[in-house]
């Protein structure tokens, strides 16, 4: 889950790495079904979708965690996409006005971080790791 200050968000997120496999199929991301199955169901299953995102507004409206105004959106973070359809699957994902992380842009936020001063912040600290390795 992922809350943007900008656009009064939330996303709900499929977060995949498949470092050691093909990556994430866009035919397998790029489909609606009827039932909740597969590896991506929170975006392919409409009916799951559109249920859960509508009981948990009412329950975090109910409970003052949010407000009534505040959206609650879909997306994905891959950090390996199949056949490098990475543009593909940020086409479909815009169309579809749902956030989309492909390894381009999880490299490119993780230098940003890595560029920033000292921070006490686990997250920077490990960026700046990853970027010296």
């Known amino acids: 889950m992922a809350y943007s200050t900008t656009t009064d968000t939330i996303y709900l997120l499929?977060?995949?790495?498949y470092l050691d496999s093909p990556g994430v199929v866009y035919e397998h991301v790029a489909i609606e079904q009827d039932e909740q199955s597969g590896?991506?169901?929170?975006?392919t299953a409409k009916n799951?979708?559109?249920?859960?995102?509508k009981r948990l507004h009412e329950d975090w409206c109910k409970s003052g965690h949010i407000l009534q105004s505040t959206r609650i959106s879909f997306g994905l973070i891959a950090g390996k996409v199949y056949r490098n359809r990475e543009l593909e699957l940020r086409k479909y994902f815009e169309k579809q006005s749902w956030l989309f992380w492909g390894p381009a842009e999880i490299k490119s936020r993780i230098l940003r971080l890595s560029e920033k001063g000292?921070?006490?912040?686990?997250?920077?600290?490990?960026a700046k790791i990853l970027i010296r390795s």
């Open 14 to 17: 499929e977060v995949k790495s």
């Open 118 to 126: 000292y921070e006490n912040n686990a997250v920077t600290i490990a």
């Open 39 to 43: 590896r991506y169901k929170l975006l």
């Open 48 to 53: 799951y979708r559109e249920t859960l995102a």
